[in-house]
């Protein structure tokens, strides 16, 4: 039972991509999504529920047969028993995967419009101003999130994020900004968790979340959640 529970996770896996190549590899083109869901994107979102979840039942299943379930809690408990460690350790983790992520995988290139708006108002607010004069050709900047009227040309977003920013931007080391402020919202995760639950459950929430790759990801861009999440997780403290 347990073979055939790892080779049906197995196929499971491997047929989502399999089945990829008949949908020109799952591609969603940018942009769409602000207007309408493409079907291809929804079809992505279909077959990954379905496959994703046969895999990880088949997984999990396989896994609570063997040894491995018990190994692994002995293993954590053994790490979370020296908490700050741990701790340290996940922090290290984290900031190396972000830069990895930022620096080979994104080439520090903004994923979203939004980024570029929260840099231009970070630069803005390093020249002592929250409205930059008109451009000459000021057309030829045309952004949705950015304006251009008689007022001047500013970014649409609060200043709170690019404030940020601009600590980093004004040091040559604004790549370090979202990556360290990823590092505060995992030891608050596990700051809240001991808090509201227990300290071993606060350690096993951080864990989680460095596990997240949406939370590593988007620890490697200029945008905002980051620093939404550090304001909520302080909120909760």
């Not at 409205?131 to 001047?152: C, K, R, Y």
Request: hydrophobic fraction near 55%; aromatic fraction near 12%.
């Amino acid at each position: 039972i347990t073979g055939g529970l790892f080779l049906l996770s197995l196929l499971s896996f491997t047929g989502f991509y399999q089945l990829s190549e008949a949908y020109e590899g799952y591609r969603i083109v940018y942009g769409l999504g602000t207007v309408i869901v493409p079907n291809r994107e929804l079809v992505f979102y279909l077959w990954y529920a379905l496959f994703g979840t046969v895999t990880l039942l088949a997984l999990t299943g396989a896994l609570y047969r063997t040894a491995v379930s018990d190994t692994a809690e002995r293993l954590l408990r053994r790490a979370f028993a020296r908490p700050r460690l741990l701790m340290a350790c996940a922090v290290a983790v984290l900031v190396a995967a972000i830069l990895t992520f930022r620096f080979l995988v994104l080439l520090q290139a903004p994923v979203a419009d939004d980024e570029s708006t929260y840099v231009f108002i970070a630069r803005t607010l390093l020249r002592a101003r929250v409205v930059n004069p008109l451009p000459e050709n000021h057309e030829f900047f045309a952004n949705q999130w950015i304006v251009f009227n008689q007022s001047g040309w500013y970014g649409k977003y609060p200043v709170g994020h690019p404030a940020v920013l601009a600590l980093g931007e004004a040091l040559g080391l604004r790549f370090l900004v979202p990556a360290l402020i990823a590092a505060l919202n995992l030891l608050l995760t596990a700051a809240v968790g001991r808090k509201l639950f227990g300290e071993l459950q606060g350690l096993l929430a951080s864990c989680l979340l460095l596990l997240s790759p949406q939370f590593v990801f988007t620890g490697a861009t200029d945008l905002s959640q980051p620093t939404c999440c550090l304001c909520m997780m302080l909120g909760l403290m």
